[in-house]
């Protein structure tokens, strides 16, 4: 046949491995899981949970595998696209804060989250409320103020009712903010600053922490909650954020700085402007917020004041 000894042996061996039995599918230290993960990604669509969310429930399961084969399985469920880039100015220590309201729900039960991220750090403080009126903006920036443990020099801001009435009034860049908003930021010592129009990315920092907080803890938590038919109120949102700030939020290493928030918080503290006396302006007394005494908190999650966990602690309860 005018064949060499090579050539029959390989055609030889190829026809042996086609009769070999095949291989037994190595079983994945995740396949018992990935039913879960099926319901998990089904109840909370059309938004989507993150790996490193879901982790931490399988890890509450038994599963003791790693985050690649994860994602790898998410990634077969649903393809991502790479998000756009985001060019971000870096500010000094105790310079900024980025403020922002995040909406969760409207209609009768509605349910939104006042959010600061400091802008060196990237520390945040996350409240959920009920409504977004001027009296509930004031007692957030309080509470949030005691929680970085100082105030910051400036604030920056959308361009809501609640902080100005009217942009450029007085000439370009001279605005006319809220009256009793100005008398609060004169009092704790920091200057309001506004996003220019349709520019929301001018605040990416604490826009990107809404991101976050949508992905990794209201989906999540929403999502439970909705599969026992129960849906997710202001106190148990707070109850549950306290705990994530403090043990996922604030400790992860960030994106952009490579650092955790919470050790780059240690170091703008001591930038930070000292805290007064709490703030009570003119307001009728029945707007005012409450300055009821509330019972200690024992933890220290950000080597500061616990003023804000004690708060939405007993909210929660």
């Known amino acids: 046949m005018g064949l060499s000894r090579n050539t029959v042996r390989k055609y030889l061996r190829g026809r042996a491995e086609d009769e070999r039995s095949p291989r037994a599918t190595r079983v994945q230290k995740l396949d018992p ?29 038994g599963y003791s595998g790693g ?18 880039p985001v060019v971000r100015f870096e500010t000094e220590p105790g310079r900024q804060m980025q403020v922002d309201w995040i909406v969760f729900r409207r209609g009768k039960l509605p349910l939104s989250a006042f959010v600061a991220t400091l802008g060196y750090s990237r520390a945040s403080y996350v409240e959920f409320v009920t409504d977004e009126k001027l009296p509930t903006l004031l007692a957030c920036h309080e509470r949030a103020f005691e929680f970085f443990g100082g105030v910051p020099r400036e604030v920056l801001y959308d361009n809501v009712k609640t902080v100005v009435i009217g942009r450029d009034v007085y000439g370009p860049g001279l605005h ?23 520019r929301a990315k001018t605040k990416g920092k604490v826009e990107r922490f809404n991101g976050y907080l ?33 043990n996922v939020a604030n400790v992860r290493v960030h994106g952009t700085t490579g650092c955790q928030p919470l050790e780059r918080l240690l170091v703008e503290q001591l930038k930070l402007q000292p805290l007064p006396q709490p703030w009570r302006a003119s307001l009728p007394p029945a707007a005012l917020p409450s300055s009821t005494e509330r019972p200690k908190f024992d933890d220290t ?16 309860r």
């Open 301 to 316: 999650p950000l080597q500061h004041r616990l003023s804000v966990y004690q708060a939405l602690l007993t909210e929660a």
């Open 214 to 246: 949508r992905r990794s803890f209201y989906n999540p938590l929403a999502s439970r909650l909705s599969q026992d038919r129960l849906q997710l109120d202001a106190a148990t949102a707070n109850g549950e954020v306290v705990r994530w700030l403090r």
């Open 176 to 198: 006319r903010y809220q009256p009793a908003f100005m008398d609060f930021c004169g009092h704790y010592g920091f200057v309001p600053r506004l996003c220019k129009p349709y």
């Open 67 to 84: 985050i690649t084969q994860l994602r790898i399985f998410l990634m077969s469920l649903r393809s991502v696209a790479a998000p756009d």
């Open 33 to 61: 899981f990935k039913q879960y993960l099926r319901d998990r990604v089904r109840s909370a669509h059309p938004a989507w949970l993150p790996a490193t969310a879901l982790l931490l429930e399988l890890r509450e399961l």
